[in-house]
C-alpha cells in the first residue's frame, strides 16, 4: 500500500497498527522541510502531538528510506511535514511529495 500526499497538512495513513517499509519524501521548495511520523490512530496535529521519527528533507532534495525489517508502529501510522524540526509550522501545499510504503 501507497500513501502520498503532497500537502502541508497533518494526516492519518492507517489507524490500526502496521509496519512501514519504504519512504520516499522530496522537498521542492526552497526552504527545508522535516517529516515527522506518528504512532497515531487518528490525524496527529502537527507540533503537538510527539512524533516517533523525524527525517529532515533539504530545501531542494529529499530522502529515500528502505527499511529490510520495517519500522512497527503499535497503534496507527500518521503522518505531518513541517518547516521546523519541532513541526510547529506546516509546509505549503506541493511542496514536498511522500510516498510512504507500509502494511
Do not use: E, R
Amino acid at each position: 500500500k501507497v500513501a502520498v500526499s503532497t500537502s502541508g497538512d497533518a494526516a492519518n495513513v492507517k489507524n490500526a497498527a502496521g509496519v512501514v517499509y519504504s519512504i520516499t519524501a522530496v522537498s521542492v521548495a526552497a526552504t527545508d522541510a522535516y517529516l515527522h511520523l506518528y504512532n497515531s490512530a487518528s490525524a496527529p496535529t502537527v507540533g503537538t502531538t510527539t512524533p516517533h521519527i523525524t527525517i529532515p528533507l533539504l530545501a531542494d532534495g529529499g530522502a529515500t528510506v528502505n527499511l529490510t525489517h520495517g519500522w512497527k508502529f503499535d497503534t496507527g501510522i500518521g503522518v505531518g511535514i513541517a518547516t521546523t524540526v519541532g513541526g510547529s509550522t506546516g509546509v505549503a501545499a506541493d511542496s514536498v511529495v511522500l510516498t510512504l510504503g507500509y502494511v
